[in-house]
């Protein structure tokens, strides 16, 4: 067997034990299942298992985005935005890192970031439903009614599933009593 085909399959089983290590996180129906202190351990063996990698292999697009996930995890979103924004950098077709990026920063507080960030993953692709309701429930919390309902309505019309999501998301609670707000989430019967 050659070197590289070698390395490559070291450097593939490396990036599975770590997306297998974030999977077992993000399986659990709701992360406060678990206590902090073993989620944490388990999305550290991630980063440990992809600190493995080559230095070169490291800074790839897939796995600066598989380090913000595991951060972002143990809700280290300031130490989660570095490698995210690498991601979304090295890949700027990818809106997954812009999403995960736009967490990060409603988390520490910087909605305008947060919102910046799914602009750009809306430039990208502009028909996915949970980049709108991101977008809509950030621009709630920033207090623009106009531009959070018009992006909910995009998303419930790309997947009605957020219908339900809207009328449990606190995000929505500065506009929960608008009367469009209403309308987009009533089930007619």
Not at 28 to 45: F, H, I, M, N, Y
Not at 132 to 146: D, I, K, R
């Amino acid at each position: 067997m050659a070197v590289s085909t070698y390395r490559r399959l070291v450097r593939n089983r490396i990036i599975r034990e770590a997306e297998g290590y974030l999977e077992l996180l993000m399986a659990c129906p709701s992360r406060l299942e678990l206590e902090p202190a073993s989620r944490d351990r388990v999305a550290q063996r991630a980063l440990d298992a992809l600190q493995r990698l080559d230095e070169s292999e490291r800074h790839t697009a897939y796995v600066r985005y598989l380090q913000g996930l595991a951060y972002r995890s143990m809700d280290r979103y300031h130490d989660a935005i570095p490698p995210l924004r690498d991601s979304a950098e090295l890949d700027p077709e990818d809106t997954h890192a812009l999403l995960a990026l736009g967490w990060c920063y409603k988390r520490i507080g910087r909605l305008n970031l947060a919102i910046e960030a799914l602009q750009e993953a809306l430039a990208v692709d502009e028909n996915q439903a949970i980049v709108h309701y991101n977008l809509a429930c950030y621009w709630s919390l920033a207090g623009n009614p106009a531009v959070a309902l018009e992006h909910l309505a995009t998303s419930l019309q790309i997947d009605p599933k957020y219908r339900e999501l809207a009328e449990l998301e606190r995000d929505f609670d500065p506009i929960r009593h608008h009367p469009e707000f209403r309308d987009l989430t009533s089930v007619a019967v």
